[in-house]
């Protein structure tokens, strides 16, 4: 009987279980909409014990979200094999638990991932515990599917590959900052006061390339809380000041690792997380 019920437990999906409310979850995941960026809905809290959210556009035009997932420990057979990116598919109606295969012989630490052109790109610190946005180590940024380093820095977390003119970009935390680097090889871009500097106010970066511009979502600090907050530009270097979003309301202390995207039947969707317990 024990080892029936062990093997139930080990079949349950945990981004399904992440849907169903569990009040003892140490963070949240809240929704917002919007028809014009400017005007928000809250959706409420969707699941419950996830945590650094990624967010892709499938071909359908679904979301993929990705996220670290807190509802359960990996089970004895991913702890041994290659553990899945765990996440969903939202098609504007439903969340669809959803696992992607990660195929990277040089580590099975993937970090805060990001699905980008067919790949997932994570942070991989070994020797390290804690958040590696607060660490000097050393830390690869790799995409998956060969495992392959793309970029290399202290204290690096976050990663948020873009194309945008036909050119790769990266953007990533790293001292509780903002860095970018872009190319192929990626190399870093010099920041200059008055045209870059925003960067140095906010941190958790997703990019999105939409129309002739680039959209950074970040999290700032404002007055006390942490809440998601949008840039954009033209040509990558001249960014506008940072404007929050999501009107988050003032329940909510922090909502951090926030995403921005086109909601699959019109609109737009913001993904946040509340830190229960920080």
């Known amino acids: 009987m024990l080892l029936t019920l062990l093997l139930c437990s080990c079949e349950q999906d945990p981004m399904a279980l992440a849907l169903v409310e569990e009040p003892g979850a140490v963070n949240v995941m809240h929704g917002f909409y919007s028809e014009d960026l400017d005007t928000w809905t809250h959706w409420g809290i969707i699941a419950w014990g996830v945590a650094s959210l990624g967010l892709a556009i499938d071909e359908d035009q679904s979301l993929l979200i990705t996220a670290i997932q807190e509802v359960r420990p990996p089970t004895w057979w991913e702890l041994r094999g290659d553990p899945p990116i765990r996440g969903y598919k939202y098609d504007g109606t439903t969340w669809h638990p959803k696992a992607w295969k990660i195929e990277d012989v040089e580590t099975k630490a993937y ?34 599917n060969p495992g392959k380093d793309r970029y290399l820095g202290y204290g690096l977390a976050d990663p948020s590959p873009v194309y945008f003119n036909g050119e790769l970009h990266l953007f990533a935390t790293q001292d509780m900052h903002i860095v970018h680097a872009k190319g192929n090889p990626l190399r870093g871009v010099m920041t200059h006061p008055g045209k870059n500097d925003i960067f140095n106010f906010a941190s958790v970066p997703f990019a999105l390339s939409v129309g002739d511009e680039l959209w950074l979502t970040a999290q700032a600090n404002i007055n006390g809380r942490r809440i998601p ?37 019109g609109g737009w969707l913001l993904l946040c997380i509340e830190e229960k317990r920080h």
């Open 229 to 265: 907050v949008l840039s954009k530009t033209k040509d990558a270097l001249h960014w506008s000041r940072w404007k929050p979003i999501g009107n988050i309301p003032k329940a909510i202390r922090n909502c951090t690792s926030p995403v921005l995207g086109p909601h699959p039947k």
């Open 111 to 144: 970090i805060d991932p990001q699905i980008f052109d067919g790949q997932v790109w994570y942070i991989s610190p070994t020797g390290t515990s804690g958040d590696p946005a607060k660490k000097k180590n050393l830390i690869p940024i790799r995409s998956s």
